[in-house]
């Protein structure tokens, strides 16, 4: 079972900033596309960044020109650089594998998503 384990996360003041990392198991950064998701509560898990096997690289509206994902093979980790933080940006941030097809990515759909972490961004 592939794992993925999220770090990094805390409380910061708006226009703060904060980098998030996900650690995988098995090669899985390595070896495939990632995504990074945020869900709030009572909202959806929405997608907000994601990154090819080549670095190809897309970001949500809402985060374009404050975020940047980039991932290191060689540590099989993936990281979120979070600049400018609003408060709307408070949200459990998730990690996953996938893949890229039409120039979106869809998160492969086996259960292997892992705790998360918790940005909290105050006013």
């Known amino acids: 079972q592939v794992q993925l384990v999220e770090s990094g996360g805390g409380l910061v003041h708006s226009g703060g900033s904060m980098r998030l990392s996900c650690a995988a198991s098995?090669?899985?950064?390595?070896?495939?596309?990632m995504g990074w998701y945020r869900q709030a509560p009572g909202k959806e898990r929405d997608l907000v960044a994601a990154?090819?096997?080549?670095?190809?690289?897309a970001y949500a509206d809402p985060v374009k020109g404050r975020f940047t994902i980039s991932r290191d093979n060689g540590k099989n980790t993936l990281y979120l650089q979070m600049n400018s933080l609003k408060p709307e940006d408070t949200a459990v941030y998730y990690c996953?594998?996938?893949?890229?097809?039409?120039?979106?990515?869809?998160?492969?759909?086996?259960?292997?998503w892992g705790q998360g972490t918790q940005v909290t961004v105050s006013s």
């Open positions: 996953k594998d996938g893949r890229f097809m039409g120039g979106n990515f869809y998160a492969y759909s086996y259960d292997n």
């Open positions: 990154i090819s096997e080549g670095g190809y690289t």
């Open positions: 098995a090669n899985i950064v390595r070896r495939n596309a």
